[in-house]
């Protein structure tokens, strides 16, 4: 057990834990910040993707003693009343089914836009290939990142 | 949450009368209860007072209305489609609406379960009478106001109004009233053609919390002074737990206790179905401490049957086939006669294998047992069910347990098996307190009900002049055939035989999206393609032709289907994906199927990318009936034949020594972004019939309109799923 502070979503936490902790279960268990989602805890579905940083994240391969003194951004920070551009287009194009892995396509799909606002389909699929939707909304995701780009880029 | 039971235990029931005026005249009983309301996202003011309409319908003093919707949602979207139904007939602006979800009330909603595509369809009159019951309450209430008949009166878009043009008053306004208003025994529900907001596309109604990742999930639930607890079944199918290292288990970071737990209920259900029945339990404080604990659990295993691996399930299959017990048969005519007068015969096998459900949610639930009652919270399909097995397996009477229904990630048939609950329950009952219970993705996927392995082989004989003259098909599967004796093309052959045979296995199998049917449909819509080619017909043409035949003149007695609402999705398709017309490097592949009431037709084509298959395009012409909300019943189309295409060309589970091989998504292959179509198009055949389902019917025709297209843009039939790793695809 040791202690961490964290930022996370603008604010200052402290969690005493394992420090092989996954990102993942400090957020879920110790933060109760359950908008990160658990699939598989191997980086293979990306349902637990947050920004470290600017960056996308698996939190499940992030261990606690990794973080220091970056930020960390989850679902619920990503906009103060869920108007991020990717969360309106999200909305807007009525994408999920069951849901449970959109906090973390919305993660990939804000931090991959961030860097490269004006995607081809081609990049897309390659930046989100990471992220499983069981459901199948996957032509919906394509939509609803270009109607984001497009609304950012307008 | 609050809940409150309904006192009574009676269900509402359904009476048609003969219609008096307009719309159709039902009439029935109705019972009150239900609890308030927490969550709002709406145009209008937030209420200081609500009052109970009925079990269904809240209403506030500023005209905010609280649909409860009664079935558990896993993703079809029901939670937005069933109180649209009940907002039609209430006649209140969908702004308005806020949803909640119900708890389980046996005594009072009526099938609260998600499975067989079932919801909207066994429910379509209920909701309506719901919402026209409440429209009625409120009319009365205003002419009683007013000393007006209510005849004088009409009810819009939450507005009762005079029909003189001189007094009106909102639904806000007069609800209080409307409390006291003895329940109606009969109601007007509206015409069709007066419907406004059904057959329109309204938005989920969770959409807003899924974006910004409010807790809505069983995994997500949490209660103050709660435990977490995971278990370990035994690594093999046919094996059972004897012992393990409890005291050093225990004695771990963060655990608090650990111990065997039985889970064998008495007489079970088809909802009792499970691998293993004894199972030790983990309990502590956080997630990753107990999965640490996990991976230090030193057991004792007993071998109880003969563990299986992946060949033998393949020889039995075969074996069966051969010499294996039919369950369930039809023959029309002799086909075994018309072979040997056919010009040509065309026989091919098809396989597929167990797959799991793999739901994003991994299984969980969350159960707080005390000496006299049990409260259960989590992602279930089947709330009735768990109720019933909880209240066997801790022997106590079902009035005193509760089951609230969260969000659910994904069901596929997977949570219609109660078995998490179960044993949610006999941990919480054993540690004296609240627990919610987790499944890694390794637990979930190593221990499923999953769907079975088939195989079947399929036979036809046309005549010289290439008329499909005999038709056969025997099917088997671990452990049930994947046969419908009765469905397409039975009908529609003179010479018909089917065979559903049955074989045994120890892995767990259930009920996996379109039971079935998400095989038949692959093997049989690719079989008739390869027919039509060899009768040298279009195979649009060639079925319409069979179809016409059993419209105009069927075989035998009955078959399941109606032949006109099967042509005709087959006829839209064809029209919407201009069938016929060629595109150089764009290949084309069509299938049809029925299940779950519903008819589906899919045309799909595929282009080839450096020597890779790409699903370019996909369109889907469906016959539900009544579409009640048209974007939503889109959206899970598209799932299903994106689910189609993934589970066809990528997924299996092998088992060696009785253990899944597969246990998460590094080896289990799921479908991807890009390996999803590039575009799908949904088109709905416009009728007036009672609404069906839309969860399963997507999917099955969409593994033989891959089929179909991959030999057209390979020369390459596919015979086993998953087609990726079919030997010649590959190698
Ligand atoms: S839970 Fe982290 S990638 Fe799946
Ligand atoms: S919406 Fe269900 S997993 Fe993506």
Not at chain 1, 34 to 55: E, M, S, W
Not at chain 2, 593 to 605: G, I, L, P, Q
Request: hydrophobic share 35%.
């Amino acid at each position: 057990m040791a202690n961490f502070n964290l930022k996370v979503n603008g604010k200052n936490e402290q969690v005493d834990v394992d420090p092989a902790t996954p990102m993942l279960w400090v957020l879920r268990d110790h933060l109760k910040l359950v908008g990160t989602k658990y699939g598989c805890g191997i980086a293979q579905c990306g349902a637990c993707t947050i920004h470290l940083g600017d960056n996308a994240v698996r939190s499940c391969q992030l261990p606690v003693s990794a973080v220091n003194d970056q930020d960390i951004t989850t679902i619920e920070g990503l906009s103060e009343n869920g108007d991020h551009p990717v969360q309106k287009a999200w909305m807007e194009v009525d994408v999920y089914q069951c849901g449970y892995c959109q906090a973390g396509q919305i993660m990939n799909a804000s931090a991959f836009l961030k860097n490269n606002p004006n995607p081809t389909d081609e990049e897309i699929e390659g930046a989100m290939n990471g992220n499983i939707c069981r459901c199948g909304t996957y032509t919906r995701i394509k939509k609803a990142i270009k109607e984001a780009a497009s609304s950012e880029n307008a | 949450m609050t809940k409150i039971k309904t006192q009574y235990n009676r269900r509402s029931f359904i009476k048609v009368s003969a219609a008096a005026s307009g719309g159709m005249l039902i009439g029935f009983s109705w019972l009150n209860g239900c609890k308030p309301n927490t969550s709002l996202d709406t145009g209008v003011a937030i209420p200081k007072e609500w009052f109970d309409i009925n079990g269904y319908i809240k209403i506030g003093d500023t005209g905010m209305v609280t649909i409860f919707s009664p079935n558990p949602e896993i993703g079809q979207n029901v939670k937005t489609s069933m109180p649209m139904i009940v907002a039609e007939e209430l006649d209140v602006p969908w702004e308005n609406v806020v949803v909640e979800q119900a708890p389980l009330n046996t005594g009072f909603y009526q099938n609260q379960f998600a499975g067989g595509s079932l919801s909207i369809r066994l429910s379509w009159n209920a909701l309506r009478m719901a919402g026209a019951t409440g429209r009625r309450m409120l009319l009365e209430a205003a002419a009683k106001e007013w000393g007006v008949e209510v005849s004088s009166l009409t009810a819009s878009e939450g507005v009762i109004k005079e029909n003189s043009g001189e007094r009106s008053v909102s639904y806000g306004e007069i609800a209080s009233k409307a409390v006291g208003i003895e329940i109606p025994e009969e109601v007007d529900l509206k015409d069709l053609k007066d419907f406004k907001l059904i057959g329109t596309s309204k938005k989920n109604v969770d959409g807003r919390k899924i974006v910004t990742g409010e807790p809505l999930y069983g995994l997500d639930f949490h209660r103050e002074g709660m435990k977490l607890a995971m278990i370990q079944h035994p690594p093999a199918f046919g094996m059972t737990v004897k012992d393990f290292n409890k005291e050093e288990i225990k004695n771990m970071p963060g655990v608090t206790d650990a111990f065997i737990i039985d889970t064998t209920i008495d007489e079970p259900g088809w909802f009792d179905e499970k691998g293993f029945n004894h199972l030790i339990a983990i309990v502590g404080d956080s997630t990753w401490e107990l999965m640490q604990a996990k991976k230090a659990i030193k057991a004792e295993w007993e071998t109880v049957s003969e563990p299986e691996n992946s060949d033998i399930h393949i020889e039995k299959l075969e074996k069966a086939l051969v010499s294996g017990e039919v369950e369930e048969s039809r023959k029309d005519g002799n086909a075994d006669a018309a072979f040997k007068k056919a010009a040509k015969i065309i026989e091919r096998t098809y396989s597929a294998p167990f797959i799991a459900h793999n739901t994003l949610e991994p299984m969980n639930f969350f159960a707080n047992v005390t000496e006299n009652s049990a409260e259960l919270v989590g992602p279930t399909q089947t709330p009735e069910s768990l109720e019933g097995s909880v209240s066997k397996l801790l022997n106590m009477p079902l009035e005193n347990i509760t089951v609230d229904m969260t969000r659910i990630g994904g069901g596929f048939g997977r949570r219609l098996y109660v078995h998490f609950g179960v044993e949610a329950a006999a941990i919480s009952k054993k540690i004296g307190g609240p627990v919610k219970l987790i499944y890694t993705r390794e637990d979930d996927m190593s221990q499923g009900t999953y769907r079975p392995t088939y195989r079947s082989t399929y036979k036809a004989g046309l005549d010289e002049n290439n008329n499909l003259i005999a038709f056969s098909v025997k099917g088997a599967g671990l452990p049930e055939g994947p046969v419908f004796p009765n469905r397409f093309p039975a009908g529609t052959v003179e010479n018909y035989s089917a065979e559903k045979i049955k074989a045994e296995t120890n892995v767990t199998t259930g009920a996996w999206r379109a039971p079935r049917s998400n095989f038949t449909a692959g093997a049989e819509q690719s079989f008739l393609d390869e027919v039509a080619e060899a009768a040298g017909k279009d195979p649009i043409d060639f079925r319409l032709e069979l179809f016409n035949r059993a419209i105009n003149d069927p075989i035998g007695e009955k078959h399941d289907y109606e032949a006109e609402r099967y042509a005709g999705v087959l006829k839209l398709v064809k029209e919407k994906a201009n069938w016929g017309e060629t595109k150089p490097g764009v290949h084309r592949g069509v299938a049809a199927y029925f299940c779950h009431a519903s008819y589906v037709a899919e045309v799909m084509d595929i282009i080839m990318e450096n020597g890779q298959p790409i699903v370019d395009k996909v369109w889907c012409a469906v016959d539900c009936g009544i579409v009640v909300n048209k974007d939503g019943a889109k959206n899970i189309i598209e799932g299903g034949v994106v689910d189609g295409i993934g589970h066809a060309m990528y997924s299996q589970l092998t088992f060696e020594n009785g253990t899944a091989k597969e246990s998460n998504f590094d080896k289990y292959q799921l479908i991807r972004h890009s390996q999803a179509p590039k575009k799908i198009e949904v088109f709905f055949v416009e009728n007036e019939i009672d609404p069906t389902g839309l969860g399963e019917p997507g999917l099955p025709p969409a593994m033989a309109a891959l089929a179909n297209a991959l030999y057209k843009a390979t020369g390459q039939r596919h015979y086993h799923q998953p087609f990726s790793t079919e030997r010649k695809l590959v190698g």
